[in-house]
Structures are given as C-alpha cells and as structure tokens.
C-alpha cells in the first residue's frame, strides 16, 4: 500500500460520531489521509464498528490502518456488554513481582486476544503497549497504565504485549517516545516539563524504547525535556527526534505525533502539523473529529516521505496472525486471579 500510491498525506483523523457524514465521506476521499483513529464516541454494536471501519476505507479506495486506544483499565475504547473488560497494564506487573515468566506470558497472551477483538472488526492498529516508566510525583494520568517502576520489566512486559499484538494481527505502537512517567501535569490540558539530566533519562525513561526500537509504530510524547531542548516538547523538537528517538534510542519505527488537538502544543493547527513534520514525525494524529481543525491540518500536510514510507512498509510486514490457543481466555483467567481482585 505505502509504496503505491504517492498522494497519501501523512496525517490520522478522526471522526465525529458512529458514521460518516457525507461531509467527512467528502473531506476524507479529497484529502487521502494515511489512516484513521476509533474513539468512545464511534464505538455502538461491532456490526456498527465494522462498518465505520469500511466507510473510512472506501473513502481512501486502500486498505488503510484504523487505529484505536485498546489498551486496558482506564484507556479501552471497546467496553461491555460487546467486548470484555481487559486489565490495566500494572496488573501484569504486580504478576511479575510473584512470577516474572509468567507475567510475561499472561501479557501476551491478553494482547492477543485483544488483537483477535480487533483484527474481527477490521482495526490493524493498536496504540499500545504504553511503556512508559513512572517515577515518584508523577501525574496520575500514566498510573496503572504503566506496567512498573522498573525500566527493565517494562521492557520486557511491553515486549510482551508488542508480541501478543503482532500475534493477532495488529501492529502495536509504542508510546510515548522518549518517556511520559516523569510529567507531572496532563499533557491533555497543560505541556509538562522534565528536568530530569541525560544521564538520568537514558539510565531510566529510555531502555524500554530501545529494547522495543524495532516496533512497526511509535507515537511521540508533548513533553518538553530541558536536558535535551530547552524549548520545543518532543514532538516538534529536531533535536529530540532525530538525535535522541532516532540516534540514542534508535527506533526504527514509523513515528507518529501524539493527538495534535493535545494542550499541551501551542500554535494553531497548521502550525503545529507542519512542526511535528518538519521535526521528524513521519505522520501526524488528529483525533476529534472537530472539522474546521482538521480542515487547518490538512492544508499544512505533505505526502508521506520516502524514509516514511519504508517504515510504514516494514510496519505492514510485520502482523503474523496467528491462531489463539484453546482456552486462551480461560486460561488467562487463571493466571490473573491471584492479582486481580
């Protein structure tokens, strides 16, 4: 698909409700936007799912990624009574603290299931596993989406979940890069700041993304870090991309902003889209379906570049699709009912 088609414009949407309006049908076939994003509001019956996701692509006339935050515990976008209620990541590692092997093996297996839900509504794109690490004082908006305090456990846990993913099918994207767990404020309403020396976060907030460097996807964090760029977050900073998620980290993944719509960014919206860009992003993420925004991100946009696009090739390789065990569930279950209560 990446290679084929040289309009495709490097950018996610969004989109208002459970269906198309012809409006969006409309914005979306002009446009040709990469792929699309799944949020609370679409999401009804799985027939109704499937076929939103059908619409965005026969919109675009490809095959395009579909997107969605399934994570588990707070951040899952398909819920009951049509999908089952998956744990919060710190569940797995609150396993590992008793069996570490088996910590591992319960999480990749939970992500392939929740892959299996995925893959059947048509959805290719997980963002997850969040691998961040957080530290004493952080805001709560990481929390129990984390796994543990401990970057090598992470690592291996979002390994874990990276695996399971690509296992049913869904490519996972890693986030956020280089390190949310030391913001202490919501990068949703305000742009947090790290103090934190170099020394301190390649020590600590990096590993994970090394260890996870060759994942299909990765999203960017809209974190300021002083040690690196006294005044751009991550996501429009140069320097943070191409000499730290690029170089010290890296990554090799197809690397997307986090949601432009974020507080945390400032600039309006084709200011912040050709920022992201021009920083190193290989496509940008705009989630609220909010037309007149997507409208000023659509006017900054440019076609996926050549190194974007062999990483979004690689990325599209990647999916095995494998079968789940008998009794994955069941057996799921059982390994989790010691921890959850």
Request: hydrophobic share 45%; with cysteine; glycine share 8%.
């Amino acid at each position: 698909m990446a290679g084929s088609d040289a309009s495709i414009q490097a950018a996610i949407f969004g989109c208002a409700s459970l269906r198309l309006s012809d409006a969006e049908k409309s914005f979306f076939a002009k446009v040709d936007p990469l792929g699309f994003i799944l949020f609370s509001r679409n999401i009804d019956t799985p027939a109704q799912v499937a076929a939103l996701v059908a619409e965005f692509r026969e919109c675009v006339g490809r095959d395009a990624p579909v997107l969605i935050d399934q994570e588990g515990g707070r951040v899952q976008r398909l819920r009951p009574p049509h999908w089952r209620k998956r744990p919060p990541m710190a569940v797995f590692g609150a396993l590992a603290a008793k069996d570490r092997a088996l910590a591992c093996r319960a999480a990749r297996l939970n992500a392939h299931l929740i892959a299996a839900d995925l893959a059947a509504l048509g959805i290719n794109v997980d963002c997850a596993p969040l691998i961040d690490v957080p530290t004493l004082g952080s805001h709560d908006i990481i929390g129990d989406r984390a796994f543990a305090p401990d970057p090598v456990l992470v690592g291996e846990l979002g390994r874990a979940v990276h695996d399971g993913l690509l296992d049913g099918g869904v490519m996972p994207v890693v986030k956020h890069i280089p390190g949310h767990g030391r913001a202490v404020v919501d990068s949703h309403l305000d742009l947090p700041v790290v103090d934190a020396d170099m020394e301190t976060l390649v020590g600590w907030d990096f590993p994970p993304f090394r260890v996870l460097a060759d994942a299909p996807w990765a999203m960017t964090a809209h974190i300021i870090y002083r040690a690196i760029d006294l005044e751009h977050p991550a996501t429009i900073s140069p320097r943070v991309i191409g000499d730290v998620i690029r170089g010290v980290i890296g990554c090799r993944s197809f690397l997307l902003s986090d949601d432009l719509s974020m507080k945390a960014l400032s600039g309006d919206f084709a200011q912040r889209t050709h920022a992201s860009l021009a920083a190193g992003c290989d496509a940008v993420l705009h989630c609220n379906g909010d037309m007149a925004e997507m409208e000023a991100v659509a006017g900054a946009l440019r076609p996926l570049s050549d190194a974007a696009r062999e990483r979004l090739d690689r990325a599209l390789s990647m999916p095995r699709a494998t079968s789940l065990p008998d009794g994955a569930q069941e057996c799921l279950d059982r390994w989790l009912a010691g921890v959850i209560s």
